[in-house]
């Protein structure tokens, strides 16, 4: 069930899918914690079509309806009514990831080991929808990088495949990464952008020494313990990506916006190392800023207007994997927007329920309703009335786990026993 769109991250409303066209139904979520934007209440959520239009007191359960089909597996397909009693569980929203590359390790579970193209994303999407992500921009690396398994030949085929399947049960769109130090994946990512395939499209420049790997000394370290690589290859890779003039990626940079911008798409930046690179990349348009090296960084690009997302494994473990911002440092100075699923799409959820010192319904949007709103997706991430029905039943113990899953209305996922 591919709900992707044809152009860019525009309001699904906007959107025609075989969601669109289904028979509609009712579907009824009763006795929940129901996390709202603003407060957390018990009641239920009532679902018509696609879309939630009643939550709390105004919407009870249909004693019909429960005697009808009071599970949701075991209702009919069309218009049947379903009932799906939440047991005093949390009720959220669907998680919005904007950056996930976990569909790598579905391709590759072991570097060159490849799996079919389209049997990973279908395991990748069902991984997503029990993590709780049901709109998910699958970070796609426009890289030449053999030893991480990229290229741009295979960015393209991914593209094909996420915009091509039609069996996937979340809404799956493309978050194009291109590596600007690399004129080839520019080149590709152009080709994707013009073509209208791409939601989001992101700017990065792996060089050793900037950025994620400013730490040269921590780079190297990383290939001399590699069980995969070698300290010749990281070598290379330096000489290779370090010859490339800041003239010349700034250029990249405008010109990936830019074509971006005029296809519709929303632009992030990748890795920022500094208050000075965040003020070029805002000069240049771009919108978001993923994973900012430093809180300097982070504020600079909240001050500028930029959306700014962080790793949600990076909240969740307690610190960064290369040693750089910590998210919960970010959170705390308050300039994190959106966490993004990076590697590990379970940390979306538990990172909602870490505590911050912050109320649930702002901590949830985080993951929900501020990454929908980063891209223009204006219809979801929250409960209420005339929103999409993207729902969440959440056991929070004793981790936050996935009971059940709803996508536009229709359930998708169940992870419980028998009643």
Known sequence: MSQRGQQSAT??????????????????????????????????????????????????????????????????????????????????????????????????????????????LASADRANVAAGITTKFNAISFELDPDADRSPELGAELTEAIDLADDLLA??????????????????????????????????????????????????????NSNDHTLEEAE?????????????????????????????????????????????????????????????????????????????????????QWGNLKSREAIEAGVVDALVADYHPMSMLAAAFVDTGEPLPERVARVTANPARAVGLSDRGRIEPRARADLLVVDPEPTPTVARAIVAGEPVYRAEGSP
């Open 11 to 120: 309001p699904d409303a906007e959107r025609a899918t075989d969601v669109q066209d289904a028979p509609d139904r009712v579907l009824t979520i009763t006795n929940g914690r129901i996390v709202t934007p603003d407060a957390v209440i018990e009641g239920s959520v009532r679902v018509e079509g696609r879309e939630i239009v009643a939550i709390g007191d105004a919407a009870p359960a249909d004693a019909a309806a429960a005697h009808e089909a009071p599970d949701a597996a075991e209702a009919p397909d069309g218009d049947a009514a379903t009932t799906i009693e939440a047991d005093g569980r949390y009720v959220l929203p669907g998680l919005v990831d904007l950056h996930g590359d976990d569909i790598e390790s579905h391709l590759h579970p072991r570097s060159g080991a490849r799996m079919d193209t389209h049997m990973a």
């Open 171 to 224: 809404d799956h769109r493309l978050h194009a990464r291109c590596e600007v130090t690399q004129q080839a994946c520019v080149e590709a990512v152009l080709e994707v952008v013009d073509a209208g395939h791409a939601d989001l499209v992101s700017v990065m420049s792996h060089v050793p020494g900037k950025g994620q790997f400013r730490d040269v000394d921590a780079f190297l370290d990383y290939y001399r």
């Open 236 to 320: 290379e890779k330096i000489e290779r990506r370090g010859s490339i003039d800041m003239a010349t990626l700034r250029d990249r940079v405008e010109t990936v916006v830019d074509r971006a911008h005029e296809a519709g798409a929303v632009t992030a930046s990748h890795d920022d190392e500094n208050p000075e690179e965040i003020a070029s990349l805002a000069e240049a348009g771009v919108d978001i800023s993923e994973y900012p090296i430093t809180l300097e960084t982070a504020e600079r690009a909240t001050d500028a207007g930029m959306a700014v997302a962080m790793g949600a494994p990076n909240l969740v473990r307690g610190e960064s």
